[in-house]
């Protein structure tokens, strides 16, 4: 979610959108964060790169992210069409009972 805000800080107003839906869809807690993006984001090797200049200290967010998916049997997904970027994270879910 703090990626998407800061990615729209500098768009112009059409792209300055950010949508967060979050559902349960059986045993699976599906979280998602889309944002408008005039430019498709740089990649590398298979891995998004932060257009920060200061590469050292950014770029740790969709990392810490897939850890954490990863830490609950869960997986991220990135997605960039039609100027809209698209993150879909999937944990799985398991109800606490009363």
């Known amino acids: 979610m703090d990626n998407a805000l800061e990615a729209i ?11 967060l839906t979050i559902r349960r869809i059986n045993d699976m807690l599906v979280i998602k964060v889309e944002n408008g993006c005039s430019a498709a984001p740089t990649e590398m090797n298979g891995s998004l790169q932060t257009s920060k200049a200061d590469k050292t200290v950014h770029g740790w967010g969709l990392q810490s992210v897939r850890a954490a998916a990863e830490h609950y049997n869960g997986t991220i997904e990135t997605e960039y069409s039609d100027q809209i970027f698209r993150a879909v994270v ?3 879910f398991e109800a606490v009972k009363a």
């Open 9 to 19: 800080e500098n768009e112009e107003d059409r792209f300055r959108f950010v949508n």
């Open 90 to 92: 999937t944990l799985s």
